[in-house]
C-alpha cells in the first residue's frame, strides 16, 4: 500500500504522513454516518414527541438552568479541545496535554449534571419503560452522553501515548481526530439543547 | 490552511466561542421569552442551530483542511441525508396517523 | 434454563442439522489436527490483513450461506407443492422464510460482493491494499461472527419468525417470545459494523489510493458502482444500526418504541427499516451492474458504451434510493400526497435504470463476442431484469399496489431482481475473477451446464409467482386450500426450484473438479482483459503490483496491450521497497468477543454481555496502543517473487 511514510514538512504535524491523510478523511466520513445515525434518532424523537402514556410531560420536567449548566460547560469544552489543536501546532505538547485534560474535567462536569439531571427524571417517574416519548428521550440523550464518555475514555488513551512517545505525527494524527470527535459531540449537543429543550419548553 | 494559526494569539477560536454563547443565550431569548408564534420560534432556532454547527466547523474544526473538498462534500451530503431522515420521517408518519384518526 | 429449552428439540430435520454440524466440525478439527495446519490456518488466514484472502473468506462464507438459505428455500418450496400440505406446521414455516430472507440478503448476497470488491478494487486501481487493512480484517470478522450468531438460532434456543423486515407488533415481545427474535437483532447489529466498516474503507480507497493517473472519469465501471455503493452504505447503515438497537431496547430493557402499549407506534419500526432497507436494495445491485459492465465490455472487445452516463445514472439512483422508501408500504394509511410522492420518485428511479440497460446492449451491438459462462450469466441477466424492473414499475404505482402488495406478484418481483441481478452478477463475477485469484479457471462446460439449469430453473420457479398473485394468492402463507386454484403453479414454481438447486450443486462441485483437474492460466491475463487487475500475474503477489501502474486513460491494461508496449521487465526496472502492514489477531479477538456479548444479550445474560463487552474494549485500547508500523519488502525479494510468477508464463 502506499502507507509510504514520506513525510512532507509543509503541512501541519497531523498531515504529513499519507496514512494520517487517509485516517483524517476517513474520519470525516465517520462523522458523516454518526450524522446518519442522530437524525434517525431525532426523527424518531420528534415522532414520538407527545406520547406520554401516563407518564409525566416534558414541560413538567425540562428546567433551563441544568441545561443551560450542561450546555455551557460542553460549548466551553469544545472551545478548549480547539485551543488544544492550536496549541499543538505551535509544537507544544505541554500546552496540548493542559488543554486536553482541561477537556476532559468539562467533559466529566457535564457528565454529571447531565446524571443527575436523568436521576432527577427517575424520581419523577420518567424512565426508558415510562412511554414512548421517555424512551426516545433517553435514547437519544444516553446516546450522545455514551459518546461523551467514549471520549474521555479515547482522550485518556491519547494522553498516555502524548506523555509516553512524546509529539510525533502518529500522535498529532491521533490529537486531531479526537479533537473532531469531541467538536462533533458538542455540535450534536447544540441540535439536542435547541430540538429538545427549548422545543419542549416551548411547546 | 487558515490563516497563520499557528504562533499567533488563537482568534478563530475566542471569536467561535463567544458567538457559540451569544447565539444560545439568543436563541435561550427568542424560544422562552418573546410571544412569537411557535412556527417562527422553531424556523428561528433551528437556523440559529445550524449557524452554530456551521461555527464548530469551520472555526474549530478545520474542514477545510486536508481533504477540504471531499469534507465539506460529506458534510453537505450528511445534512441532507440527515434532512430527509428526520423531514420524511415526520412528514410520512403524521400523514399516517391523521389518517388513522379520521 | 433448562438444557432441553436451551437446544431446539423435537424435531428430526434439527436433529440431522445437529449431527451434520458436529460432524462436519470434528472433520475440520481432525484435519486441521493431522495436517498439522493450526498454525497455517492462524498465521495465513485467521490474522490476515490482505484483500484478496479477505475477500476470498467472504465468498466462501457466502457461499456457504447460499447454501443454507437454499436449504430454507426448498424446504418452503417442499411445503407449498401440494395444497392442505403438512410437511411443515405454520411456525415452523415462519421459521424458515424469516432465516431464508434474511440470510440471502445480508449473509448472501451483500458479502458475496464486498467478497468481489476485496478482491477486485485495489487491483483496479492500482493500489497494493486498502485504506485501512486491518478495519478491513474487523469488518470480514464481524460480518463472519454475526453471520455465527444468526445461524445458531435453529439449534439454539429457536430461529426469528417475524419475517426478514420483523415486523412489530409480530415482533414484539408478546407475539415473539423468547431468544428468537434477539437474534435477528444481535447477529444483525454485529455484522452491520463490519459493513459500515467495509464502506468507509472502500470509499477512502477508492478516493484517495488510485494509481497516478487514474482520474474519477478514467476508473473501471466496477470500481465506479463500489464507490456509490459505499456511499449508500455509510449513510444507510446507521439507520439500521438505529432501528434494531430500538427494538432492542424495547425487547429486553422495557422500553416502548415500537410497542402497542404506552405510546409506541409500531408504524415507525417499517418507517425506519424501509429508510435503510431500500438503498440496502441497491447496495445488492449496483455492484451487481458492475460486474456486467467489466464481463459485457471485456467480452465484446469493446469499451463500454456510453461511460458517462453509466456513471450518471449510479449517481441518479444513489440519491434517488434515499427518497423512495414508503413504496414499501403504500398500504399503510399515508395520504395521497405521501403515496403519490413517493411514488413519482419510485418511478423516476427507474429511468436512469433503462439507461443503463440500453447502455449494455449497445456495448454488444456490433461487439466481437465471445460467449462463455460469465457472458452468459450477463447476457441473461438483461431480459430477466427488465421483467424484474417493470414489474417493479407496476407495484410503483401506490393505487395499483393495494392489490398487488404482499402476494406472490411482489414475491416474483423481487425474486427476479436479485437473483438476475444480484446472484447471476456473483456467479459472473466468480468465473470472470476466479482465475486471478486462484490460477486456474473454472471448467467451462460444467459452467454452461450449470448456468443453463439455474436460469431455466429460475424462470421456471419464479415466473409462474407473477400469476399467483394475480390469482390473490398471499405471500408467507404456510399452505392452501385445494379450492383456490393455486396447485398447478405452485408445482411448477417446486420443479423450477428443484433444477435451481442442481445448478447451484454443479457450480459447487465445478470449484472442486477445478481444482483437481484445471489447468493452470499460463498468463495473468486469461480473458484478455481492459483493466489493471489483469495486468498482475495470477495468483497475484501479496503486494499485488511490483510497480504502480500508470495510467492515461480508461481500460489502461488494453491500452498497454494494442500499443505493444510490453510488461515490465523485472530485472530492468528499478523497483523500490514496498510497504506492507503486518498481520494481526486482534479483529478475530475482538469479534469473537462481539460475538460473546451478542449471544449474552441474546438471552439476556447481562453477566456475559457485560464481560464481553468489557473484552471488546480491551482490544480496542491494546489496538490503540499497538504501533503498527508495518513492515518492507526488499527489492531482492520482490524480484525473487516476480521471477517465480512469470517463469511459468513462458
Ligand atoms: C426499476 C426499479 C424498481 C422499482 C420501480 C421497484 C419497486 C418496488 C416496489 C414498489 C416495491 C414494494 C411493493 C410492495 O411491497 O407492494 C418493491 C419491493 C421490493 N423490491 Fe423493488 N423495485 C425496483 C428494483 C429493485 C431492485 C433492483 C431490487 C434489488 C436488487 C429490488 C428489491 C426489492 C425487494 C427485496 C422488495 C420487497 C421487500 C419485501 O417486502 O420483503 N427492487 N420494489
Ligand atoms: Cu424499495
Known amino acids: 500500500m502506499s502507507h509510504d511514510e514520506a513525510i512532507d514538512p509543509n503541512q501541519p504535524l497531523e498531515f504529513q504522513t499519507e496514512k494520517s491523510r487517509l485516517n483524517i478523511l476517513g474520519f470525516w466520513i465517520f462523522l458523516g454516518a454518526e450524522i446518519a445515525l442522530f437524525g434517525t434518532l431525532f426523527a424518531t424523537y420528534f415522532v414520538l414527541t407527545g406520547r406520554l402514556a401516563d407518564g409525566p410531560g416534558p414541560s413538567e420536567l425540562f428546567e433551563l438552568r441544568g441545561v443551560l449548566i450542561e450546555t455551557f460547560i460542553l460549548l466551553t469544552s469544545s472551545f478548549t479541545c480547539g485551543i488544544a489543536i492550536h496549541e499543538m501546532r505551535r509544537g507544544s505538547r505541554k500546552g496540548l496535554m493542559i488543554w486536553f485534560i482541561l477537556t476532559m474535567l468539562l467533559g466529566l462536569g457535564f457528565l454529571y449534571f447531565e446524571i443527575e439531571e436523568f436521576i432527577h427524571y427517575i424520581h419523577e417517574g420518567a424512565s426508558l419503560q415510562t412511554s414512548a416519548f421517555w424512551s426516545a428521550f433517553f435514547t437519544l440523550l444516553g446516546t450522545h452522553g455514551a459518546h461523551v464518555s467514549l471520549g474521555i475514555g479515547w482522550m485518556t488513551m491519547i494522553l498516555i501515548q502524548l506523555a509516553r512517545n512524546g509529539l510525533n505525527s502518529t500522535t498529532a494524527r491521533k490529537a486531531f481526530i479526537i479533537s473532531l470527535y469531541w467538536h462533533f459531540l458538542d455540535v450534536v449537543w447544540i441540535f439536542i439543547f435547541t430540538g429538545v429543550y427549548l422545543l419542549g419548553m416551548v411547546m | ?102 | 434454563m433448562q438444557l432441553d429449552e436451551f437446544f431446539v428439540t423435537g424435531d428430526p430435520l434439527i436433529y440431522g442439522a445437529d449431527v451434520s454440524i458436529i460432524l462436519s466440525l470434528i472433520g475440520i478439527i481432525f484435519v486441521l489436527t493431522k495436517y498439522k495446519k493450526w498454525k497455517w490456518l492462524w498465521n495465513e488466514w485467521l490474522t490476515t490483513v490482505d484483500h484478496k484472502k479477505l475477500g476470498v473468506m467472504y465468498i466462501i462464507s457466502a457461499v456457504l450461506m447460499l447454501f443454507r438459505g437454499g436449504v430454507d428455500a426448498m424446504l418452503m418450496r417442499a411445503q407449498l407443492t401440494l395444497p392442505n400440505n403438512e410437511f411443515l406446521d405454520s411456525s415452523h414455516y415462519n421459521e424458515i422464510f424469516t432465516t431464508h430472507g434474511t440470510i440471502m440478503i445480508i449473509f448472501m448476497a451483500m458479502p458475496f460482493l464486498i467478497g468481489l470488491m476485496n478482491v477486485v478494487v485495489p487491483l483496479q486501481i492500482g493500489a497494493r491494499d486498502v485504506a485501512y487493512p486491518f478495519l478491513n480484517a474487523v469488518s470480514f470478522w464481524t460480518f463472519f461472527m454475526g453471520a455465527m450468531l444468526f445461524n445458531i438460532s435453529f439449534i439454539i434456543g429457536g430461529s426469528p419468525s417475524a419475517g426478514w423486515t420483523s415486523y412489530v407488533p409480530m415482533a414484539g415481545n408478546e407475539l415473539s417470545p423468547g431468544p428468537g427474535q434477539n437474534y435477528y437483532l444481535l447477529g444483525l447489529q454485529v455484522a452491520g459494523i463490519g459493513t459500515l466498516l467495509t464502506g468507509i474503507n472502500f470509499l477512502v480507497t477508492i478516493l484517495k489510493m488510485r494509481a497516478p493517473g487514474m482520474t474519477l472519469m478514467r476508473m473501471p465501471m466496477f470500481t465506479w458502482s463500489s464507490a456509490i455503493t459505499c456511499v449508500l452504505i455509510i449513510f444507510a447503515f446507521p439507520v439500521l444500526t438505529v432501528a434494531l438497537a430500538l427494538m432492542t431496547l424495547d425487547r429486553i430493557f422495557g422500553a416502548h418504541f415500537f410497542t402497542l402499549m404506552d405510546g409506541g407506534m409500531p408504524m415507525l419500526w417499517a418507517n425506519l427499516f424501509w429508510i435503510w432497507g431500500h438503498p440496502e436494495v441497491y447496495i445488492v445491485i449496483l455492484p451487481a451492474f458492475g460486474i456486467f459492465s467489466e464481463v459485457i465490455s471485456t467480452f465484446s472487445r469493446k469499451n463500454l458504451f456510453g461511460y458517462k452516463a453509466m456513471v450518471y445514472s449510479m449517481v441518479v439512483i444513489a440519491l434517488l434510493s434515499f427518497i423512495v422508501w414508503v413504496h414499501h408500504f403504500f398500504t399503510m394509511g399515508a395520504d395521497a400526497s405521501v403515496n403519490s410522492f413517493f411514488s413519482l420518485t419510485t418511478m423516476a428511479i427507474a429511468i436512469p435504470t433503462g439507461v443503463k440497460i440500453f447502455n449494455w446492449l449497445l456495448t454488444l451491438y456490433k461487439g466481437r463476442i465471445k460467449i462463455n459462462t460469465a457472458m452468459l450469466w450477463s447476457l441473461a441477466f438483461i431480459p430477466n431484469f427488465v421483467i424484474g424492473g417493470v414489474t417493479g414499475v407496476m407495484l410503483a404505482m401506490a393505487a395499483a399496489d393495494y392489490q398487488y402488495h404482499n402476494t406472490y406478484f411482489l414475491v416474483a418481483h423481487f425474486h427476479y431482481v436479485l437473483i438476475s441481478g444480484t446472484v447471476y452478477a456473483c456467479f459472473a463475477g466468480l468465473y470472470y475473477w476466479y482465475p486471478k485469484v486462484f490460477g486456474h479457471k473454472l471448467n467451462e462446460t460444467l459452467g454452461k451446464i450449470s448456468f443453463w439449469i439455474f436460469v431455466i430453473g429460475f424462470n421456471v420457479c419464479f415466473f409462474p409467482m407473477y400469476f399467483l398473485g394475480f390469482a390473490g394468492m398471499p405471500r408467507r402463507v404456510h399452505t392452501y386450500a385445494e379450492d383456490t386454484g393455486w396447485f398447478e403453479l405452485n408445482a411448477v414454481a417446486s420443479v423450477g426450484g428443484v433444477l435451481m438447486a442442481i445448478g447451484f450443486v454443479i457450480i459447487v462441485y465445478n470449484i472442486y473438479y477445478s481444482i483437481r483437474y484445471a489447468e493452470r492460466v499460463k498468463t495473468g491475463d486469461p480473458w484478455d482483459g481492459r483493466t489493471l487487475e489483469w495486468s498482475t500475474p495470477a495468483p497475484v503477489p501479496y503486494y499485488n503490483f511490483a510497480k504502480i501502474p500508470d495510467v492515461h486513460g480508461l481500460d489502461p491494461y488494453w491500452q498497454i496491450k494494442k500499443e505493444g508496449k510490453q510488461e515490465l521487465d523485472i530485472e530492468e526496472e528499478r523497483l523500490e521497497q514496498i510497504h506492507m502492514p503486518d498481520n494481526s489477531g486482534v479483529p478475530v479477538i475482538m469479534s469473537v468477543l462481539l460475538f460473546i456479548a451478542g449471544f449474552g444479550l441474546v438471552f439476556e445474560w447481562m453477566w456475559m454481555a457485560i464481560a464481553a463487552t468489557i473484552g471488546v474494549i480491551v482490544t480496542m485500547i491494546m489496538r490503540s496502543f499497538d504501533p503498527d508500523e508495518g513492515h518492507h519488502v526488499e527489492v531482492e525479494e520482490i524480484k525473487e517473487i516476480e521471477r517465480n510468477v512469470r517463469r511459468k508464463e513462458d
Not at chain 2, 12 to 25: C, E, M, Q, Y
Not at chain 2, 68 to 82: E, K, L, N, P, W
Open chain 2, 1 to 102: 490552511m487558515t490563516q497563520n494559526s499557528h504562533s499567533n494569539f488563537p482568534w478563530n477560536h475566542v471569536i467561535g466561542f463567544i458567538l457559540s454563547i451569544a447565539l444560545t443565550l439568543l436563541s435561550v431569548w427568542i424560544a422562552l421569552y418573546t410571544s412569537l408564534s411557535i412556527t417562527a420560534i422553531i424556523w428561528i432556532i433551528v437556523s440559529l442551530a445550524i449557524i452554530q454547527a456551521g461555527i464548530q466547523l469551520f472555526m474549530f474544526m478545520h474542514i477545510r483542511e486536508g481533504e477540504g473538498g471531499a469534507q465539506v462534500f460529506t458534510m453537505v451530503y450528511s445534512a441532507i441525508i440527515g434532512v430527509i431522515i428526520v423531514a420524511g420521517t415526520i412528514w410520512v408518519i403524521n400523514s399516517m396517523m391523521h389518517s388513522m384518526s379520521m
